[in-house]
């Protein structure tokens, strides 16, 4: 009988620990990645006619410097007029920048509006990664996380085609790695009852 309970206890508590498991590692998937559904108007040193985009299939028209963001892989949403740059942006809020031909110095201001087509506020706007660039770009949140400032003007621009990559995020998605108190709980509740049942075990 004592035996039968131990395992029982065992059963329980190895459940309550995979159960725990797999509620860390399953994704959120009710919560809205920082870009989705984002609609952008962008500026190039304060003009909207300097950035060409997607949904106009990069015509200089008017109205091109808004576009809807795209799915990765499917695209830049702008490039400049002046062919120097284009911008890819990813819902999950990453932004990738290519340069298009060499960079002379001179002033690369950006701005990049999202307005109302956020599910909620940006909170960080970081580097990720620079390759065949040297220097230090100036990342900026605007307007109460509804835009984003990018100047490239200190940068210095290698032989051939560099990249930088930024990543936005907003406090719904702030990164991965620390799980909510509930799985927590769940998970301690799981181990201890696995070592009483261990001591019952061995009394």
């Given at each position: 009988?004592?035996?039968r309970e131990t395992?029982?206890?065992t059963a329980i508590a190895r459940t309550a620990i995979f159960s725990a498991l797999a509620a860390m590692a399953a994704p959120a998937q009710a919560t809205p990645l920082p870009l989705q559904n984002?609609?952008?108007?962008?500026?190039?040193?304060?003009?909207?006619?300097?950035m060409l985009g997607l949904d106009q299939g990069f015509a200089a028209v008017p109205g091109s410097n808004t576009t809807a963001i795209y799915p990765s892989g499917a695209g830049v949403e702008f490039f400049t007029?002046?062919?120097?740059?284009?911008?890819?942006?990813?819902?999950?809020?990453?932004?990738?920048?290519?340069?298009?031909a060499p960079v002379p110095t001179g002033?690369?201001?950006?701005?990049?509006d999202f307005g109302a087509s956020l599910a909620a506020p940006l909170t960080s706007f970081t580097l990720a990664e620079m390759t065949g660039v040297a220097g230090m770009p100036l990342l900026s949140l605007l307007d109460g996380g509804r835009a984003l400032g990018l100047d490239l003007s200190a940068l210095s621009w290698e032989d051939?085609?560099?990249t930088i990559t930024a990543n936005a995020g907003n406090a719904a998605s702030p990164g991965a790695g620390v799980p909510e108190p509930r799985t927590a709980?769940?998970?301690?509740?799981?181990?201890?009852?696995?070592?009483?049942?261990?001591?019952?075990?061995?009394l």
């Open positions: 009988m004592k035996i395992l029982v206890r984002a609609v952008i108007t962008a500026t190039y040193n304060g003009d909207g006619a300097a007029a002046d062919a120097l740059f284009g911008f890819d942006f990813n819902d999950d809020g990453s932004l990738t920048i290519y340069n298009n002033s690369y201001s950006f701005r990049f051939g085609y560099g709980a769940l998970l301690l509740g799981g181990l201890g009852m696995l070592m009483l049942s261990r001591r019952r075990k061995t």
